[in-house]
């Protein structure tokens, strides 16, 4: 069964920084691109970046390029985000996805970010 | 960036009958177009891909349909468990980038 949950949500201080991991079980994590996607009130679902299997290419949206920043660990089946510079409005769930045929065919719980001071 | 726009906002149906939703791109993308439905606290799912071809494991009541620039899920008899927000969603192979509508909340009328 393929599982992907989501870790280090939290409430956060603009300004601050934060750190999601995803840990995938029940397919061959080094066969996927993976994908960061983040739901809010406002804005609805939101692609924020992916990632090539062997780490070697990433892309973003391109309103978060440059404070984002997704990784990968293929040895721990886990993918990352760093969020540095956050904002009031990153304020969101964060979803790690699994990528096939370039959708989403799998996704974690989400992990709540909070943006707040 | 293309922007997807879907209708209804809301859109409310009796159980067993059928529900039609509507997405629309600002340009071609060509059959590049998901359907996602959401239930509340849960993750969206995967229903349609390629415009119209049903995900695993998804009921054969969940159809879609369209290229280029319009596109529809149709679900023919809608049970209980369908009542939720459905979203698509575009996908450009290169470099990747996908963008949502706005989803459609299917409610009981």
């Known amino acids: 069964e393929v599982q992907l949950v989501e870790s280090g949500g939290g409430l956060v201080q603009p300004g601050g920084s934060l750190r999601l991991s995803c840990i995938a079980s029940?397919?061959?994590?080094?066969?996927?691109?993976m994908n960061w996607v983040r739901q809010t009130p406002g804005k609805g679902l939101e692609w924020v970046a992916s990632?090539?299997?062997?780490?070697?290419?990433?892309f973003y949206v391109d309103s978060l390029r440059g404070r984002f920043t997704i990784s990968r660990d293929n040895a721990k089946n886990s993918l990352y985000l760093q969020m540095n510079s956050l904002r009031v409005e990153d304020t969101a769930v964060y979803y790690c996805?699994?990528?096939?045929?370039?959708?989403?065919?799998?996704w974690g719980q989400g992990a709540l970010v909070t943006v707040s001071s | 960036e293309i922007v997807m726009t879907q209708s209804p906002a809301t859109l409310s149906v009796s159980p067993g009958e059928r529900a039609t939703l509507s997405c629309r791109a600002s340009?071609?993308?060509?059959?590049?177009l998901a359907w996602y439905q959401q239930k509340p606290g849960q993750a969206p799912r995967l229903l349609i891909y390629?415009?119209?071809t049903r995900a695993t494991g998804i009921p054969v009541r969940f159809s879609g349909s369209g290229s280029g620039t319009e596109f529809t899920l149709t679900i023919s008899s809608l049970q209980s468990e369908d009542f939720a927000i459905y979203y698509c969603q575009q996908y450009k192979d290169w470099p990747p980038e996908y963008t949502f509508g706005q989803g459609t909340k299917l409610e009981i009328k």
């Open positions: 990632i090539k299997q062997d780490g070697g290419e990433e």
């Open positions: 029940g397919f061959p994590f080094s066969s996927y691109w």
């Open positions: 996805a699994r990528e096939a045929g370039a959708t989403c065919d799998y």
């Open positions: 390629g415009a119209s």
């Open positions: 340009r071609s993308v060509s059959s590049r």
